[in-house]
């Protein structure tokens, strides 16, 4: 008999949410994790930047009080105070995570575990001068970020730091990639009064996300004063008397801080543990392959999260397919937790559930916050559906009355539905502006629901609210 029936690779949000499903079926779990429980999403991830974008709310807030009546000069920013608090809450969260482990009964070990063989009735693992073995073994190993092929790159930062570590305020950060990590963490700078440039290799920044929002939102970052360097090609990284030069194809940018989001991978997640030697199929960049079980072509082995390709183009006629995504797009915690749990109801609880990739709403966090459900307007339009595009444009009312005293106004709301014309059916809703993701979250309950314009229409507005624009929106746009 094996030594458990599951042992589960990295204590991150996927592996976490397998093993505790596991073993409240009964299953015998082990988990190894070579850094902290809670993984990328707790300790460096979704987290840390949601608490530092509070942070860096405030500036807006601040500014806008007195045309409330708060008569406060510009307060001064801590900024080591916030890291430190930031980081306090990321302890707390990570001894929950250890907790819940422990209530559930789940082995932890700690270090960095690999696959040493296939047994007759199972696999052996080791991890930390152990070998322990096991029925089937989950891999949840997550991703990397990815530097690009550039002199200096070692000389930048990349998210980890910047949310795990303590450092003084930069000056002046110069952020590389045009992905959500990139907007979010320049805008939280911005927001917490450093100098910020974005380096874009294209003319807009999150790509495949809908054009109408893209726009919207580089726009918005614009006028808060980002400095935004669009089609640039970056050629290499120096140091300088007092910090860093970045080459790139529009001159040299000078900053005491460089940030390089330029995507993340799984590859050396998944190299070096095993996988070749068993034979594991991988995709190009190193995710593995798996079926809609999340099982890869090695039985007993199953693989979930950021490390997989997410089933990706097993459902035919879904999402892969029809709507020409990339797995990577589908890198977020609730996936992981999703496929986690999916596995473990399959394997312990004779429950073959699946997990739906249709509806996956996601927000970027930047200041103001931008979100979006189902289908942007181009790939509604490539994959046929006749559409119908609805959208709204306005000042958000908290910053009507500071207008009229005559502070900053430029900050807008868009809202936009995306209509199929023959079904009457919401294909896909988008928002930039403060509470997006909430709004959004919200939506993608209709969208689940398969909800008409016309149910949007019926529903009763809740006043005032910005949401309520979402089911008042009457005119088709030209
Ligand atoms: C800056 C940033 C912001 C993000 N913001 C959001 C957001 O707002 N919303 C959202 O939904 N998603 C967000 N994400 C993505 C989200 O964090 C990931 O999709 C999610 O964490 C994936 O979970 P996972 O379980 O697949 O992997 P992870 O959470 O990465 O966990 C993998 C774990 O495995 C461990 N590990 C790796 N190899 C081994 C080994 N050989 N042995 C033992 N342990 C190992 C790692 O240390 C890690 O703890 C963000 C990511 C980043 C980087």
């Known amino acids: 008999v094996a030594d458990v029936d599951l042992f589960v690779l990295?204590?991150?949000?996927?592996?976490?949410?397998?093993?505790?499903?596991?073993?409240?079926?009964?299953?015998?779990?082990?988990?190894?994790?070579?850094?902290?429980?809670?993984?990328?999403?707790?300790?460096?991830?979704?987290?840390?930047?949601?608490?530092?974008?509070?942070?860096?709310?405030?500036?807006?807030?601040?500014?806008?009080?007195?045309?409330?009546?708060?008569?406060?000069?510009m307060p001064d920013l801590d900024f080591r105070r916030l890291l430190e608090n930031r980081n306090r809450e990321i302890e707390r969260l990570n001894g929950v995570y250890l907790a819940m482990l422990e209530r559930a009964g789940i082995q932890l070990l700690e270090g960095s575990a690999r696959i040493a063989a296939r047994t007759a009735d199972g696999f052996a693992i080791e991890v930390a001068g152990r070998r322990i073995t096991a029925d089937r073994v989950l891999l949840a190993v997550g991703a990397s970020p990815n530097l690009p092929a550039i002199p200096g790159a070692e000389l930048a930062v990349t998210s980890d730091e910047l949310l795990e570590q303590v450092y003084a305020k930069p000056r002046r950060l110069i952020v590389v990639g045009a992905g959500y990590i990139g907007l979010e963490q320049s805008s939280i700078f911005l927001g917490l009064g450093v100098e910020t440039h974005l380096v874009l290799r294209r003319d807009l920044p999150l790509n495949g996300f809908d054009e109408d929002l893209r726009r919207e939102l580089t726009g918005q970052l614009e006028e808060r004063g980002m400095k935004i360097h669009r089609n640039t090609q970056v050629s290499g990284i120096e140091k300088a008397n007092d910090g860093?030069?970045?080459?790139?194809?529009?001159?040299?940018?000078?900053?005491?801080?460089?940030?390089?989001?330029?995507?993340?991978?799984?590859?050396?997640?998944?190299?070096?543990?095993?996988?070749?030697?068993?034979?594991?199929?991988?995709?190009?960049?190193?995710?593995?392959?798996?079926?809609?079980?999340?099982?890869?072509?090695?039985?007993?082995?199953?693989?979930?999260?950021d490390c997989s390709d997410h089933a990706f183009g097993c459902e035919a006629g879904t999402a892969a397919e029809e709507l020409g995504l990339s797995s990577g797009e589908f890198d977020l915690t609730p996936v992981a937790i999703a496929e986690g749990r999916a596995v473990a109801e399959r394997l312990f609880n004779a429950n073959p559930t699946s997990v739906g990739y249709r509806i996956v709403p996601t927000s970027v966090f930047s200041i103001p916050q931008a979100a979006s459900v189902g289908l942007a307007e181009h790939r509604a339009r490539q994959i046929g559906h006749a559409v119908q595009v609805f959208k709204t444009r306005f000042r958000p009312m908290l910053q009507t009355v500071a207008a009229i005293a005559g502070f900053r106004t430029e900050e807008r709301i868009l809202m936009k539905l995306v209509v199929d014309k023959d079904t009457d059916r919401v294909l896909g809703c988008h928002m930039v502006g403060d509470d997006a993701a909430e709004i959004i979250q919200s939506l993608a309950v209709a969208l689940m629901a398969g909800a008409t314009k016309a149910e949007f229409d019926a529903t009763m507005a809740l006043h005032p609210s910005a949401a309520e624009e979402f089911v008042t929106l009457y005119q088709p746009a030209a």
């Open 10 to 73: 990295g204590g991150g949000s996927g592996g976490v949410a397998c093993a505790r499903r596991a073993a409240s079926h009964g299953a015998r779990v082990a988990l190894a994790e070579h850094s902290r429980v809670g993984g990328t999403c707790v300790i460096r991830g979704c987290v840390p930047k949601k608490l530092m974008s509070y942070g860096a709310h405030f500036a807006d807030w601040f500014k806008i009080a007195r045309a409330y009546g708060w008569d406060l000069e």
């Open 244 to 305: 860093f030069v970045l080459h790139t194809s529009g001159g040299d940018l000078a900053g005491d801080k460089v940030l390089l989001a330029t995507g993340r991978n799984p590859r050396p997640n998944t190299g070096g543990i095993g996988l070749e030697e068993l034979g594991v199929q991988l995709d190009a960049a190193g995710a593995v392959r798996v079926d809609q079980a999340f099982e890869s072509n090695v039985r007993g082995l199953y693989a979930i999260g």
